[in-house]
């Protein structure tokens, strides 16, 4: 020992009436348990493109302003939304939400992924005095549509013109 140095060391040892292959089995299932916590909590099977023939395959990413650009361009349109608010998708569909789905399944999304979700809205005014709503979840749009109301049920895909 040097004088002047103040250094101690502590040193702990704990004995338990556990054996080693229990310890083991215990730290390979805390392991398992925290890597699927990870991964589930990591997880986005937010699909990041669609298809449909009268486009081919496009970007759902709208995340970024670059994002919703590119996103808007592939329908003609531009500008600031006019609100942004949310919307729940119901768990089971009535026959608007049936109908509904069914045009998005036309552009190559499906909200039967989505049931029970909170997602953002994003409405702009579009061409020919039309809305254009977006509907993203996770910074992915998962459905879209046009209507001559704000909030209206007269939506129809934003495929037609």
């Known amino acids: 020992m040097e004088y002047g140095r103040t250094d101690k060391m502590f040193v702990l040892t704990v004995?338990?009436?556990?054996?080693n292959k229990k310890k083991f089995l215990f730290m390979c299932a805390f392991g398992l348990i925290l890597i699927l916590a990870v991964v589930f909590v990591s997880c986005d099977?937010?699909?990041?493109?669609a298809y449909?023939?009268?486009?081919g395959e496009y970007s759902l990413s709208f995340s970024t302003s670059n994002d919703k650009e590119?996103?808007?361009?592939y329908f003609?349109?531009?500008?600031?939304?006019v609100t942004i608010d949310n919307v729940r998708i119901p768990e089971n569909f009535n026959s608007t939400y049936e109908r509904y789905n069914k045009i998005q399944k036309t552009m190559g999304l499906?909200?039967?992924?989505?049931?029970?979700k909170t997602t953002k809205r994003y409405v702009y005014k579009g061409k020919d005095n039309?809305?254009?709503s977006i509907l993203t979840y996770k910074g992915k749009v998962v459905g879209c549509h046009k209507s001559k109301e704000l909030y209206?049920?007269?939506?129809v895909s934003l495929l037609k013109e």
């Open 15 to 19: 004995k338990t009436k556990i054996n």
């Open 45 to 49: 099977n937010t699909p990041k493109s």
């Open 52 to 55: 449909c023939k009268e486009i």
């Open 70 to 73: 590119t996103f808007l361009s």
């Open 76 to 81: 003609n349109v531009n500008g600031q939304p």
């Open 110 to 116: 499906d909200l039967n992924n989505f049931k029970g």
């Open 130 to 132: 039309y809305f254009v």
């Open 152 to 155: 209206g049920s007269d939506f």
